[in-house]
């Protein structure tokens, strides 16, 4: 897969002038991108524009890649799965759904079950499986057609600390070559999982930049239990 980049070139948002979002200039690369704001702040409505379902009042929003058709991958925050099907089976009928020849569909079941560390569980009902197990089966589910970009809202919340330990390998994984947005409240997945975090505050991007850097702007003696608590915190203002 070739160089994939996600770019927003003075995009703005508008709903009936109640919420702008924006203006936002910015490239994502592959690699993790955490998302993280309050309530109302604008990470769905970004989500929204990243994946082309609704279209920036101004500005622009691009997928560049160097291959065709590769599309997109989304994970909602409550995937609806069917409990009765086998993982394998699921997984076959998705591929179906995404137009993959029948000729290719064994081999990129095979890939994505290897992919989100399900291949011991192919033949186990999906109601069977533990809530980290349904989540890695949801990624899975996002990645059978190879997306170029794939899009994760609130991935771990209801996960048990070892669920969501495994939830977060799985995802570093499948970022390679791809470019993942993860849409997160959860600094420990920020810490865990991101390359780049962008911190959004009333439809404002208030901080671009790797972790470390979100740390350093942490107040020493501003409430919270971790530095990128505090800084988190901080960067929200007055608005929590
Ligand atoms: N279709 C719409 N029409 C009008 N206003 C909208 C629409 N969608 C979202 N909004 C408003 O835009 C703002 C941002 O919403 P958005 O859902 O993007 O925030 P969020 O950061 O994803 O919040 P949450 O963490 O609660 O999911 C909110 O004030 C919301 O009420």
């Not at 770019?7 to 490239?27: E, H, N, Q």
């Not at 599309?71 to 409990?83: I, K, T, V």
């Not at 560390?117 to 890695?136: A, F, N, P, V, Y």
């Amino acid at each position: 897969m070739g160089a994939t980049r996600l770019v927003l070139a003075d995009m703005c948002k508008t709903y009936r002038r109640a919420f702008t979002l924006g203006p936002i200039s910015l490239t994502v690369t592959e690699g993790v991108t955490c998302l993280v704001g309050p309530n109302g702040a604008g990470k769905s409505t970004l989500f929204r524009l990243a994946a082309g379902v609704d279209r920036p009042t101004s500005g622009s929003v691009r997928l560049e890649t160097d291959d065709a058709g590769q599309g997109l991958g989304y994970l909602p925050q409550e995937p609806q799965l069917p409990g009765s099907a086998t993982c394998e089976e699921f997984l076959h009928y998705v591929a179906w759904l995404q137009r993959i020849p029948r000729q290719r569909r064994s081999e990129a079941v095979e890939l994505v079950l290897d992919q989100v560390g399900l291949s011991d569980r192919r033949s186990s009902r999906i109601r069977e499986l533990s809530g980290g197990m349904r989540r890695r089966l949801g990624i899975g589910h996002a990645l059978v057609h190879g997306p170029a970009l794939v899009l994760l809202d609130e991935p771990t919340v209801g996960l048990d600390p070892k669920q969501r330990i495994g939830l977060r390998q799985t995802v570093g994984q499948v970022s390679q070559n791809r470019i993942v947005l993860v849409a997160t409240h959860l600094v420990e997945d920020v810490r865990g999982l991101a390359d780049r975090v962008i911190v959004l505050n009333e439809g404002a991007v208030v901080y671009d930049g790797d972790v470390p850097g979100l740390e350093r702007l942490a107040e020493p003696d501003a409430a919270g239990d971790t530095d990128l608590e505090r800084a988190i915190a901080g960067l929200m203002g007055d608005s929590e």
